[in-house]
Nanobody, 121 residues
Framework: VQLQASGGGLVQPGGSLRLSCAAS????????IAWFRQAPGKERERVSC????????YYSDSVKGRFTISRDNAKNTVYLRMNSLKPEDTAVYYC???????????????WGQGTQVTVSS
């Protein structure tokens, strides 16, 4: 099982980015995919999940209405579309896979390598 996160970068406040998490070694209908983020000096925070069985989604209050998680089963890839970005969204973003949308990072067996998102003018 491997996860490859990409798509981070530097963006101005109010801008948008789309992160990708390409999965291999399993299909997206068999594992729930979560996006976490970790800012310097802070704990890794769950941002969003997409559930394996039915594609239902979860968002943290801090990103609800601004971020959208989706998946492309044909490409075996999960996306995180981030709109109206704020400086407080600055963090390293990770994708993770497991059987459920666990709240804490220690619940996940598989992790991507992380991609840096910096929101700054």
């Amino acid at each position: 099982v491997q996860l490859q996160a990409s798509g981070g970068g530097l963006v101005q406040p109010g801008g948008s980015l789309r992160l990708s998490c390409a999965a291999s070694g399993f299909t997206l209908d068999s594992k729930t995919i979560a996006w976490f983020r970790q800012a310097p000096g802070k704990e890794r925070e769950r941002v969003s999940c997409i559930i394996s069985s039915d594609g239902s989604t979860y968002y943290s209050d801090s990103v609800k209405g601004r971020f959208t998680i989706s998946r492309d089963n044909a490409k075996n890839t999960v996306y995180l579309r981030m709109n109206s970005l704020k400086p407080e969204d600055t963090a390293v973003y990770y994708c993770a896979a497991d059987s459920m949308c666990w709240k804490t990072a220690d619940g996940y067996d598989y992790w991507g390598q992380g991609t840096q998102v910096t929101v700054s003018s």
